[in-house]
Every structure is written in structure tokens, then in C-alpha cells.
């Protein structure tokens, strides 16, 4: 019985032990807050006039917007040449050479503050391509990503540099100061981009392959539907008894259609291939001025008056921790 009365009593000091440090600290947090209001209050002219200062400031760097222009580009077999275009164009601005940038036809260079190229990660395209001629490639591509997938991460690999460089789209992001006129920035751009003769040369001669391709194909589709009409023809003079001949002209028949139907689609994907290549860095999409939102930008305005007022403060603890330290100094 003893043994549990104590066990009790033990107990009970436990939760007032507990409940007054609950108390204490209750208190303490009170005292802080009611320490902080009283110390605004005393520097509330300081405070004040940091606030409308940081605001004002931050209200006229707002004015001053920034803007994203996407251009997505195509690079037919002139993807390492793009990249490298893009790193050149990059430290050009670091340098602020002027000079580069009149020379490929931008005067307005102090407005652009960065690019960037990245990969659109399509990893169903890159090992899919739609064309019948893709097809060895189509399984080259699955069997390079199933083979470093299985030594690391797939989303590693999917964005992995070796990868990321191969897929069908790029997308350029041209940050700046204000608004820029596309004539002016992104036309003499991708005009600089595909100023290479040795690309050129390629372009030209694939299209030249392609017309070809195309022609010939025209002319195997006229030489389908002449056979077909004269099996056509054959096929009405024959007796319709006659089950065996008429069913071998049938399938002739049959056979032809679907080398027909081929033969266009193969047409249909040439020529959109002639699109694609009409410039070996294709731009596909252009979308520019977009005000960027990300980070700090737009937000000055409340960024600045909160960042002044916290320097403030910080400055202020320094001090009166230095000053204690010192006096606890010359105490000893």
C-alpha cells in the first residue's frame, strides 16, 4: 500500500512539474510577443519609413516587368550544333558584346537578359516515330533506353543529357526586361541558327531525296491503277464460273490496293517531312512576352519592405547581442 501511495505522489509531482513548465513557457511566449509589439512601437517612425521606402522602391522595379518568349524549335540532325549556338549566343550576353549581336542582326541586345535550351521530354516519340521509315531507329531508341534503364533510375535516364539531346523538340526561353518585338530578337535569331552552309547543303539534298522518293511513288500509284483496270476489265469478260480464276485476280487485286495505300501514306509523310526540313532548325511554335511570375518578380513590391524591416531587426539583435557579450566581458 505504500509502495503505491508513493508511486501516486510521484505521479502528481510529475504533472505539476509538467504543467507549470506548460505555464512557463505559455508565459514566456506572451512576454516575446508583448517584447516585439512594444519594440514596433518604439521604432514604429524607423519601421514606417522602411516599409514605404521598400514599397516605393520595390513598386518601381515592378514597372520594369520581365518576360519569358518560348520558341520550340525542331533541329533536324543539328542538335549538338544548336546547343552550341545557344551556349555561344549565352556568353555573348555575359559579355554584353554588342558588336556579336549587331552582326547577326539584334540591336536591342541590352534587352535580353539570359536564354536557356532545354529538351521537351518525348520519350513516346522518341522510341515511336509514326513513319514507316523510322521503324529500325524506333527500336534502336527502345533498346538504348531499356539498356540504361536497367542500371539506373528511368526518370534519370529520360532526362539525362545523352538522352534529353535526341528527342524531337527544344524549347528556347529568351528571358527579358520589357517587351521585345519578335522582328527585332527572335526572327534574326533563328535566322543566325540556321546560317550553316554545311547544314544547308544537307537540308537541300534531303529534299531533293524526298521529291525523288515522292515522284516515284507518284508514278508506281498510275502504274497500280492501270493493272487494276485491266483486271477489272479481265474479271467481267471471265465466265463466273470460272471460281479459280476469278478469285487469283481478286487477291491481284487486293494486293494492289494495299501497295496503293501505302504508297500514299508513305506520300502523306513525305511531304510533311518536307515541312519539317524546310530549315534545318525548324521553329515550330513562337510564343512571346510572357510576363514571368516565377520568384520574386512582380512581387518588389512586397519583397523589398519586408526585406528592409528584417535587415532592421536583424541589425538591431546584433548589436544588442554584441553589447551584452562585451559588457559579460568586461565583468569577468
Known amino acids: 500500500m505504500s509502495t503505491n501511495s508513493q508511486n501516486n505522489d510521484n505521479q502528481e509531482i510529475d504533472l505539476s512539474e509538467i504543467t507549470k513548465k506548460i505555464g512557463g513557457l505559455y508565459d514566456a511566449v506572451l512576454r516575446s510577443i508583448f517584447n516585439v509589439i512594444l519594440f514596433f512601437k518604439r521604432k514604429a517612425l524607423i519601421v514606417g519609413l522602411l516599409f514605404i521606402t521598400g514599397a516605393g522602391l520595390g513598386f518601381y522595379l515592378d514597372l520594369n516587368k520581365s518576360y519569358n518568349s518560348q520558341i520550340i524549335v525542331a533541329p533536324n540532325g543539328g542538335v549538338d550544333y544548336l546547343y552550341s549556338k545557344i551556349d555561344l549566343i549565352k556568353s555573348k550576353l555575359t559579355e554584353n558584346d554588342k558588336t556579336f549581336f549587331k552582326s547577326i542582326g539584334i540591336n536591342d541586345s541590352e534587352k535580353i537578359k539570359n536564354i536557356e535550351i532545354k529538351p521537351i521530354v518525348d520519350l513516346y516519340n522518341f522510341v515511336n516515330n509514326s513513319t514507316s521509315a523510322a521503324n529500325a531507329q524506333n527500336t534502336q531508341n527502345f533498346e538504348v533506353i531499356k539498356l540504361l534503364a536497367e542500371s539506373n533510375d528511368i526518370n534519370k535516364v529520360i532526362e539525362d543529357e545523352l538522352t534529353s539531346k535526341n528527342y524531337p523538340y527544344h524549347s528556347i526561353v529568351i528571358s527579358s526586361e520589357g517587351r521585345i518585338e519578335s522582328n527585332k530578337i527572335i526572327k534574326p535569331l533563328l535566322k543566325y541558327l540556321n546560317k550553316d552552309d554545311y547544314l544547308n547543303e544537307i537540308s537541300k539534298i534531303s529534299k531533293e531525296n524526298i521529291l525523288i522518293k515522292m515522284k516515284k511513288n507518284e508514278e508506281q500509284i498510275v502504274q497500280i491503277d ?57 521553329d515550330v511554335s513562337i510564343t512571346p512576352n510572357v510576363i514571368n511570375k516565377k520568384g520574386i518578380n512582380g512581387k518588389m513590391k512586397l519583397f523589398l519592405p519586408i526585406l528592409f524591416i528584417s535587415l532592421f531587426v536583424f541589425v538591431l539583435l546584433f548589436l544588442t547581442f554584441y553589447k551584452n557579450q562585451l559588457q559579460k566581458q568586461n565583468k569577468n
Not at 487494276?228 to 487477291?251: F, G, H, P, Q, R
Open 226 to 282: 492501270s493493272l487494276i483496270t485491266v483486271i477489272s476489265k479481265n474479271i467481267s469478260k471471265n465466265n463466273k464460273s470460272n471460281n479459280l480464276v476469278y478469285n487469283n485476280e481478286n487477291s491481284e487485286i487486293n494486293a494492289m490496293f494495299e501497295l496503293k495505300n501505302k504508297l500514299i501514306n508513305e506520300i502523306a509523310s513525305q511531304k510533311i517531312q518536307l515541312v519539317k526540313i524546310e530549315t534545318f532548325i525548324k
